[in-house]
Every structure is written in C-alpha cells, then in structure tokens.
C-alpha cells in the first residue's frame, strides 16, 4: 500500500489556498464596466434616478461602474428588454410595459399602492427578482421612476371621458387598455415625431408623463389637459442581464443594491416635487387643467386601476392578481 506523505500534503493545501486567495484579490480588483442603455435620451427629465443610480455606484470608487452607451439612439426603445435578455448589453433602464408579454407579472408595478422601500418589506421586490431571472435572464435591480403621474391631454377641449371617443391620441403600452375602454384611437409614434404630428393634425393627443410634456414642449402645440394625474407609482426599472450578474462578485453585486437602497427616498422626494414643478410649467404656458367634474374623474380613475387588473388578469390569472395586490398595500 502507497504511503502518503504529510509533507506534500501540507504543501499542496498551502499552494491551493495561495492560488484561491490570489483569485480573490484578483477578483475583487478587477474593474468592471456595465454597458447601459435608457429607452429615453438622457437628458429628459425623468432619467434622473438612473442618473442618480449611476452616480451612487461610482461615488463608491468600488469596481463597478456603469458606462453609459446612450438612449434610443442607440438601441430602439422597444428593443432595449431584447439586448439586456440576450447580452448585446449588460443594463437597461426601460418600463415594464415594454416587455409585459415576457413578464406580464412585472406591469402590474404601476398599480401599486407602495413605495419602492415598502416594497422590499411586502415581499414584492424580491418576487420580481424572481420572475425576472426566470422569464427574461435578467436581474431586477428595482424601481428608478417613481413619483411621475400620466395624463391625458390634448389640442381640443374635453369636458367628460365621453368627449375623447374616437379621439386620435399617441399610443403607448401603458395606455392600450384605457384607449378600448374609452374608445380612444391609439397612434403609435416616436417622442420626437410627436410634436409634429399635434401640430398638423396627425394627433388630436397625447397620454403622457408630465416630464415629455416639457421636455418637448408639447404644450406649445397642445393646449387642454383632460385626465386627471393617474399611476404615480410608474414601471420603470433597471435590469442587468443575469448571465453578467452572476458573474459578478459578491462584493460588486452589494454595491449595486445598496446603490439603489440608498436613491430610493431621495430619488421619490425630487419626482414628488418635480412633479409639481412641471405641472406648474404646463400651466405657465397656457395648458388649462382638467374641466371633468369630480364625479367623472373619480370614474376615471376607478375605471383605469378596473380594467387593468381585469386586463392582466387574462395573462396571469385571478390567484396570481390576489398575491400581487396584497404585496402592492391592497386591502381586501
């Protein structure tokens, strides 16, 4: 029988925890760059809290950094989910709309009744983490709009939710549930095609955050805000391509998430009162609000958050429905 020697034993366990310990260093010091894309340009408004997540992570001058490729410019809005699931990118700054059919789940966010920090205690952060690694190969890294109500408005007046059937309106994702039930024609169109097509008639309207209003100045062309401010919560989120998440380190992967931990209040309090700012900003420059009674705006808004849930629930069914209402602060 062979006899081991303990000598070569003790040499070669000393060798191996020299090479793992190495590979450790090496690791943690290795400088990682994650290339991001935002479905809007970065200088519109409501960019800020991924402006304010990428300056977090680099303030920490750890080994993570996010280097910024650019907006649809880069890759198209409707695009942006694809490129994170597949690689061509590591990050996307893109809304839950855009890829409901893939994780239909993920849409329902903009109904919540929460705030991002409230979510992380009801169990629907970590849910969505979970259903996105399943159904897009991506990791959920959380909310980054919040606070940035939609309206409805438009070139011609509006005096109840009957006015706008039959009405030509921008078309967006969010909206295509609201648009059948009021019999809203939806158009879909580029924001940068936009404000040409209020102008010649193209449009009669636009659904939209308060942020796109000013950022390009539609209320130069569109005078008449119809809804009141609906879905303050928003769907907007940055996800990394899980096959890049994974291959991070502990210590990278912490960086990111306590990046976002810390922007979640700070980012909430400047769209809260950027909100009221832009809204003001509508109105300086001659948009009149809503002339819908009371009763016809708590019909709207009843009628929004119904037909939704009863939308999704065709996708996901009613169980599932009844477990993300109680995580988003439902009440039975």
């Keep these: 029988m062979l006899q081991r020697n303990p000598m070569l034993s003790v040499i070669m366990v000393g060798f191996l925890f020299l090479v793992t310990l190495n590979s450790t260093v090496i690791a943690k010091?290795?400088?990682v760059e994650l290339k991001t894309v935002t479905f809007l340009p970065s200088d519109s408004p409501i960019v800020v809290g991924f402006h304010m997540f990428k300056n977090k992570v680099e303030e920490s001058k750890?080994?993570?950094s996010?280097?910024?490729?650019g907006g649809p410019e880069v890759i198209p809005m409707f695009e942006q989910h694809e490129a994170v699931k597949s690689g061509t990118v590591d990050a996307a700054w893109v809304p839950c709309a855009y890829y409901r059919k893939l994780v239909p789940e993920a849409n329902t966010i903009m109904l919540s009744h929460l705030a991002p920090w409230e979510e992380r205690k009801s169990g629907l952060h970590d849910y969505m983490i979970e259903l996105h690694k399943k159904k897009l190969n991506s990791f959920y890294i959380g909310r980054q709009l919040v606070y940035a109500p939609f309206t409805f408005f438009?070139?011609?007046p509006s005096k109840s939710p009957a006015d706008l059937k039959g009405r030509k309106l921008r078309a967006g994702a969010l909206y295509d549930t609201i648009y059948k039930q009021m019999g809203i024609v939806g158009v879909t169109m580029t924001h940068g095609d936009t404000y040409g097509a209020l102008e010649k008639g193209i449009l009669d309207g636009?659904?939209?955050?308060?942020?796109?209003?000013v950022k390009f100045r539609w209320f130069e062309v569109s005078k008449?805000?119809?809804s009141p401010p609906f879905w303050k919560t928003n769907n907007v989120v940055l996800l990394v391509n899980l096959d890049r998440w994974n291959k991070l380190s502990k210590e990278q992967k912490d960086l990111l998430l306590q990046s976002q931990i810390a922007i979640e209040k700070p980012m909430w309090e400047h769209f809260k009162t950027g909100s009221d700012k832009m809204l003001q900003?509508?109105?300086d420059n001659g948009m009149k609000p809503s002339q819908w009674s009371q009763n016809d705006q708590n019909w709207f808004l009843d009628m929004i958050d119904k037909v939704q849930w009863e939308k999704e629930a065709e996708t996901i069914?009613?169980?599932e429905i009844a477990k993300l209402k109680k995580m988003m602060g439902y009440k039975e």
């Design 281 to 283: 900003t509508m109105l």
């Design 206 to 213: 636009v659904g939209s955050n308060f942020g796109d209003v």
């Design 62 to 64: 750890g080994s993570v």
């Design 317 to 319: 069914g009613k169980e």
């Design 224 to 226: 008449y805000i119809y």
């Design 66 to 69: 996010i280097r910024y490729l």
């Design 29 to 31: 010091s290795e400088k």
């Design 154 to 156: 438009g070139k011609e």
